[in-house]
Every structure is written in structure tokens, then in C-alpha cells.
């Protein structure tokens, strides 16, 4: 055990060596930049992986925290003591009776709802991206969110003691604006959504000189989202899935868990497979499934419209990968409409006991449709990732589920409630069987 951890602190600082262009392979210092100044392509972290594969094993990975630090050698940090709130290493739940429902023999959910500290993936890429701020001395740190990173954003700032401002769109949900306010950053409601919001905080990056984990900091904080390929890997046995079905906003997240699982094959954790990707968006903001579906190979921006905020990114910045890794791994991207997406919250709810938000209804209803469409084989080992817990988006669900049974304190009160319930539930089974 005592090797494994050596060998584990000999891997974290040799396998990180800088940044590369995703377009025309220019190599950049590892410096806050995300964008080429060449072509202006994207920046990616590069790796060296004979290193890894030297220095790395499953033994040392299981000797590892049991937080996401324990792929650190993976992960864009050179320190030793990175910020580590617990975050990762959520269930990876055998959904059973969604399975049977739906007509599939193994399904998997990968439940971030239950992520620590703010419920949520974004987790997973601020703890990455504000370790790596630290390390590049900033003192200040900030964001464009949708609500979920700017609760992680301002959690973890909080733990690591950075000045924290962070910017959302006037019009979230309450539970989010609340779920960042409470760790007292200060927090910028614009009028407009997401896609403004980054621009407005892409001026700010460079006249504030601030750490902005989705935009100077973004190579670093991307590479997060690995982490959620790594455990899938590692909770299934060291395998991989046979499908794999991923909610899509800017994109990066459905790119960075096909990379995760690239760089355990890469290095020889896991034997190598074809996994199929596919991407689930919310019709009322669906540029990345509107170019999939059409054939193109660029992104055309809409404005969004849709009960999903989370994911509600009318210009994403990895769409056109995620188009890439779908057509490649032979998957698909689907959109489903909001009502669509109540119904797969209440579905993943009824059948598994996990109460997801609204990306997480996303995912639940695209995947419903791929089994319906035959686009999912039923012997298939599907993942489905939910990102965000439902206590967030309660209002998405108001007025479509049930009611509490009010009743007097007395036995026959409670009887005649009991029949009523057992009324209504006998007519919506009928009503499902119609």
C-alpha cells in the first residue's frame, strides 16, 4: 500500500505539462488561457501518458481519497493538497425497476444529485478549477451560471477562503439564487440569459483580472468532468458501459467523460471498448441536437426557451465535439419537450427514489425515447448521468403531482382518506392502461 502511494505522489506532478489547441495543435504554457492565439480554437489539457502509464494502477487509484482526488495524477494540479470537500464518488445505482419499465436488462444511474457539497456535477469541475486558480495566485474567483455552478462556485470559494463573485440570470429558479447566496459571495443577477451573461463575463475576465473557472480557467475546470468516467469505470468492475447517456448544455460534459474514458484505455486501467454516446437536450433549447439531426458541423445559436435552465446554453462551446463523439461512437442526440421532461423527474422518482431537476428529467426522458425508437439495445449496459438534485428546480414539478390528504386526528377520517387515495389510484392506472 505504502508503493502504491508513492507511486500515486511521483504520477501527480510529472503527467501535467500544458495546454494544446483542439483545432491546430498549438502547445501553450500552463498559464489561465482557454483560447488559441493562433486559430482561436478551444485549449485542452495535455497529458504525459507514458508517465501514467508507468506510475499509475488501479492499486494506486484505490489507495487514493475517496473523493475525486483520488485520480488526481488525471487531474490539472501540481499541488499536494488540493481542495478537497468530498466531492465525487456518488452512487452508481443498478435502476432495477426503471430497467423492467422501460424493457432494459441493465441500467445504471450515476446519481451526482447527491454530489457533495452543492448537490450538484459542477462540483466535480470547480473543485478542479479553483485548485488550479490557487495555484495560479488568484485571490478572486467567478463565473457564468446557470444556478448549479454558481452554487459550487461559491461553496468552494468559501472552504478555500477566495473572494468569490458570481453572475446568473435574473430569472432562476429560487432554490438556486438561495443555494448560492447563503455562502455570501457577491452575486450578480443580469437581465438576460446565459449566453449574455458570458459575454457580459468574458468583459469582466479581462478588465477584473479574476479567475473565471468557465472562461480563462476553463481548460483546468473541464477536466473535471473526467472524473465521472473514471468512477463509472471503476464502479462497474474496471469496465466500461456498453451505452451511455448524458445530458448536453455546452457540451463539455459529454466530451470530457468519452475522454476519461479514452485515458483509461490510454493507460491500460480498463480494456479497451466502443462505447456509444448519446446526448439528451430539452427541445426548447436543442442547437446541438437540431445539428446532429441536420448533418451540419457547426453550431447555429438559439435563444433558449425551456424549463430546463440548467442546461439552457443557446451557444455552446463543445457542441460541435459532442456531434463529433456521437457520430463516431455510432450513438445519437435526442430533444424532448418539457412536458416530456416532468414526466421523466416524476418517472426516475416513482421507480427509483431519486428526485432529480430538470437536466436530470432531460436524461431520463431522452432515454426513454432512445429504448422506444430502438435506438438502445436492451442487452446494452447503459449509464444514465444524472447531474442535479430536484430540490432545486422544485417549481418545474408544481401542479403536476399529487396533493397531501388533509384529515382530522380521528381513525375514520383517516379510513375515508385512505379509500379516496386508493380511488384516484385505481383511475390513473386506468388511465396508463387507455
Same mark, same amino acid.
Given at each position: 500500500m505504502t508503493q502504491a502511494i508513492d507511486r500515486l505522489k511521483q504520477a501527480s506532478t510529472a503527467a501535467f505539462t500544458g495546454l494544446k489547441c483542439k483545432e491546430c495543435g498549438a502547445e501553450y504554457d500552463a498559464t489561465a488561457k482557454h483560447v488559441c492565439d493562433e486559430c482561436f480554437g478551444p485549449l485542452e489539457v495535455k497529458y504525459d501518458y507514458d508517465v501514467l502509464r508507468q506510475t499509475v494502477s488501479r492499486e494506486t487509484i484505490e489507495a487514493g481519497p475517496h473523493s475525486i482526488w483520488r485520480y488526481k495524477p488525471f487531474l490539472p494540479v501540481a499541488t499536494e493538497t488540493p481542495i478537497d470537500v468530498g466531492t465525487g464518488m456518488t452512487p452508481l445505482v443498478e435502476a432495477h425497476r426503471l430497467a423492467?419499465?422501460? +424493457? %432494459?436488462?441493465? %441500467? !445504471? #444511474?450515476?446519481?451526482?444529485?447527491?454530489?457533495?457539497p452543492t448537490l450538484s456535477f459542477k462540483d466535480?469541475?470547480?473543485?478542479?478549477?479553483?485548485t488550479r486558480a490557487r495555484e495560479l495566485g488568484f485571490s478572486t474567483v467567478s463565473c457564468a451560471s446557470t444556478g448549479n455552478l454558481a452554487n459550487s462556485t461559491a461553496a468552494i470559494a468559501a472552504h478555500a477562503g477566495l473572494d468569490c463573485c458570481v453572475f446568473i440570470p435574473a430569472d432562476l429558479e429560487a432554490g438556486k439564487i438561495l443555494g448560492t447566496l447563503i455562502y455570501n459571495p457577491t452575486l450578480m443577477a443580469v437581465k438576460g440569459n446565459y449566453d449574455q451573461v458570458n459575454r457580459l463575463c468574458s468583459e469582466?475576465?479581462?478588465? /477584473? +483580472?479574476w479567475g473565471f473557472v468557465n472562461i480563462n480557467l476553463r481548460p483546468y475546470y473541464s477536466e473535471g468532468s473526467k472524473t465521472l468516467g473514471f468512477e463509472v469505470a471503476e464502479q462497474l468492475g474496471w469496465q466500461l458501459p456498453d451505452h451511455v447517456v448524458a445530458p448536453l448544455a455546452s457540451?463539455?460534459?459529454?466530451?470530457?467523460? !468519452?475522454? @476519461?474514458? /479514452? &485515458?483509461? #484505455?490510454e493507460t491500460g486501467l480498463v480494456e479497451a471498448k466502443d462505447v456509444r454516446f448519446s446526448g439528451a437536450q430539452a427541445e426548447g433549447c436543442s442547437p446541438i441536437a437540431s445539428a446532429y439531426k441536420e448533418g451540419r458541423d457547426f453550431i447555429a445559436p438559439v435563444k433558449p426557451n425551456t424549463i430546463a435552465k440548467s442546461i439552457a446554453i443557446g451557444n455552446p462551446a463543445d457542441g460541435i465535439y459532442a456531434v463529433d463523439i456521437?457520430?463516431?461512437?455510432? @450513438?445519437? $442526440?435526442e430533444s424532448v419537450t418539457d412536458a416530456e $421532461? #416532468? &414526466?421523466?423527474?416524476?418517472?426516475?422518482?416513482e421507480t427509483e427514489g431519486i428526485f432529480t431537476e430538470t437536466a436530470g428529467g432531460t436524461t431520463i426522458a431522452t432515454l426513454k425515447k432512445l429504448v422506444e425508437a430502438g435506438k438502445i439495445d436492451p442487452d446494452e449496459v447503459t449509464v444514465a448521468y444524472i447531474t442535479g438534485n430536484g430540490l432545486k428546480t422544485q &417549481?418545474?414539478?408544481? @401542479? !403536476? $403531482? +399529487?396533493?397531501?390528504?388533509? #384529515?382530522?386526528?380521528? %381513525?375514520?377520517?383517516? &379510513?375515508?382518506?385512505l379509500e379516496r387515495a386508493h380511488t384516484l389510484n385505481r383511475l390513473e392506472w386506468q388511465q396508463v392502461l387507455v
Amino acid at each position: 500500500m505504502t508503493q502504491a502511494i508513492d507511486r500515486l505522489k511521483q504520477a501527480s506532478t510529472a503527467a501535467f505539462t500544458g495546454l494544446k489547441c483542439k483545432e491546430c495543435g498549438a502547445e501553450y504554457d500552463a498559464t489561465a488561457k482557454h483560447v488559441c492565439d493562433e486559430c482561436f480554437g478551444p485549449l485542452e489539457v495535455k497529458y504525459d501518458y507514458d508517465v501514467l502509464r508507468q506510475t499509475v494502477s488501479r492499486e494506486t487509484i484505490e489507495a487514493g481519497p475517496h473523493s475525486i482526488w483520488r485520480y488526481k495524477p488525471f487531474l490539472p494540479v501540481a499541488t499536494e493538497t488540493p481542495i478537497d470537500v468530498g466531492t465525487g464518488m456518488t452512487p452508481l445505482v443498478e435502476a432495477h425497476r426503471l430497467a423492467r419499465q422501460l +424493457g %432494459l436488462k441493465k %441500467l !445504471y #444511474i450515476k446519481n451526482d444529485a447527491v454530489n457533495m457539497p452543492t448537490l450538484s456535477f459542477k462540483d466535480r469541475v470547480v473543485s478542479v478549477a479553483l485548485t488550479r486558480a490557487r495555484e495560479l495566485g488568484f485571490s478572486t474567483v467567478s463565473c457564468a451560471s446557470t444556478g448549479n455552478l454558481a452554487n459550487s462556485t461559491a461553496a468552494i470559494a468559501a472552504h478555500a477562503g477566495l473572494d468569490c463573485c458570481v453572475f446568473i440570470p435574473a430569472d432562476l429558479e429560487a432554490g438556486k439564487i438561495l443555494g448560492t447566496l447563503i455562502y455570501n459571495p457577491t452575486l450578480m443577477a443580469v437581465k438576460g440569459n446565459y449566453d449574455q451573461v458570458n459575454r457580459l463575463c468574458s468583459e469582466v475576465a479581462n478588465t /477584473q +483580472g479574476w479567475g473565471f473557472v468557465n472562461i480563462n480557467l476553463r481548460p483546468y475546470y473541464s477536466e473535471g468532468s473526467k472524473t465521472l468516467g473514471f468512477e463509472v469505470a471503476e464502479q462497474l468492475g474496471w469496465q466500461l458501459p456498453d451505452h451511455v447517456v448524458a445530458p448536453l448544455a455546452s457540451g463539455s460534459l459529454f466530451t470530457k467523460i !468519452y475522454k @476519461g474514458f /479514452q &485515458e483509461f #484505455i490510454e493507460t491500460g486501467l480498463v480494456e479497451a471498448k466502443d462505447v456509444r454516446f448519446s446526448g439528451a437536450q430539452a427541445e426548447g433549447c436543442s442547437p446541438i441536437a437540431s445539428a446532429y439531426k441536420e448533418g451540419r458541423d457547426f453550431i447555429a445559436p438559439v435563444k433558449p426557451n425551456t424549463i430546463a435552465k440548467s442546461i439552457a446554453i443557446g451557444n455552446p462551446a463543445d457542441g460541435i465535439y459532442a456531434v463529433d463523439i456521437a457520430n463516431k461512437t455510432n @450513438g445519437t $442526440i435526442e430533444s424532448v419537450t418539457d412536458a416530456e $421532461i #416532468i &414526466e421523466g423527474m416524476k418517472l426516475l422518482a416513482e421507480t427509483e427514489g431519486i428526485f432529480t431537476e430538470t437536466a436530470g428529467g432531460t436524461t431520463i426522458a431522452t432515454l426513454k425515447k432512445l429504448v422506444e425508437a430502438g435506438k438502445i439495445d436492451p442487452d446494452e449496459v447503459t449509464v444514465a448521468y444524472i447531474t442535479g438534485n430536484g430540490l432545486k428546480t422544485q &417549481e418545474a414539478v408544481q @401542479g !403536476y $403531482i +399529487g396533493e397531501p390528504l388533509t #384529515i382530522e386526528p380521528k %381513525l375514520d377520517s383517516f &379510513e375515508r382518506a385512505l379509500e379516496r387515495a386508493h380511488t384516484l389510484n385505481r383511475l390513473e392506472w386506468q388511465q396508463v392502461l387507455v
